[in-house]
């Protein structure tokens, strides 16, 4: 999944520090990140030594490290400087590159999005309106008047593959973007537990009850700010769907051996799916 990148490991703890030259720079303008190509297939953030003449360090905020190397944001919203000079991946090429070596590149670019998009949704205190600031210590924005304190928000949601004996639930959004296959979902609403999300959802989507609901594995989600947690659970009674179609373009059961995609690697839908399919 997009956060397996062994031998690697993201630490994503705040520290008060600043850049260094061999440190390597996030830089977001209008759903684009601005990136080196060191060849068709390779890519990486540009390094604080290339582009310090170009920036105002008084703008670059950590964002996390892996390794020993650190990565910063950079917050100011005039790039086109430091963009002139390299390569611009908009967030949709970035979601297609669903290669190996493009792995961890991936999934840092979506935890730097999910940080800025935090940063940026939360310049002004939203009780008082005051301009908020940084904790020297803990990522978290305070307000230096009222004192309100914003942590950065993870939504959380539930992704379902709903079984009934050799056959899955399968299914394509209406409306979205993404028009391939997928598996059931939805967000947690407030007061819910993840079991009362997974009936709800399959209730509403597809018109059916399930039972024995068991949780599989979680995935940070990406662009999205989410954290998905897959279950999976079992029909319960009749098995005839009853499709929301303001939400679903179709969901039908799949046998395994009708079943249309395999694991990709980077999703934990896929990664689902493919762990239903090896159960012969
Ligand atoms: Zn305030």
Redesign the pocket.
């Known amino acids: 999944m997009i956060q397996d990148i062994f031998p690697h490991k993201l630490d994503n703890a705040y520290k008060n520090k600043t850049a260094t030259d061999n440190d390597y720079i996030v830089i977001f303008d209008n759903r684009s990140v601005v990136v080196e190509k060191l060849s068709d297939k390779d890519y990486r953030f540009p390094k604080y030594s290339q582009i310090k003449n170009l920036i105002n360090a008084e703008n670059l905020r950590y964002l996390f490290s892996v390794d020993d190397n650190a990565y910063y944001l950079y917050t100011a919203e005039n790039t086109q400087s430091v963009q002139d000079k390299f390569d611009v991946l908009s967030l949709v090429e970035v979601r297609k590159m669903k290669y190996d070596y493009f792995k961890e590149m991936y999934f840092l670019i979506c935890t730097a999005w999910h940080i800025y998009s935090w940063y940026t949704d939360n310049r002004f205190?939203g009780?008082?309106?005051?301009k908020l600031s940084h904790d020297k210590d803990e990522r978290v924005l305070i307000?230096p008047?009222?004192e309100?304190h914003i942590y950065p928000r993870i939504s959380p949601a539930v992704i379902i593959g709903v079984t009934n004996g050799d056959k899955i639930i399968m299914s394509k959004y209406a409306g979205r973007p993404y028009k391939g296959y997928a598996l059931l979902s939805g967000f947690v609403e407030v007061g819910e537990t993840l079991e009362q999300t997974v009936e709800r959802e399959v209730m509403e989507e597809v018109g059916v009850r399930v039972k024995n609901i068991r949780y599989y594995k979680s995935q940070p989600g990406g662009i999205d700010g989410n954290i998905l947690s897959g279950f999976f659970c079992e029909l319960d009674g009749d098995d005839t769907l009853k499709v929301d179609t303001n939400e679903l373009a179709f969901a039908k059961w799949f046998k395994r051996d009708e079943i249309p995609v395999d694991d990709d690697g980077f999703s934990l839908t896929f990664e689902m799916i493919g762990k239903f399919n090896e159960k012969v």
């Open positions: 205190c009780k008082c309106g005051e307000c008047n009222c309100n």
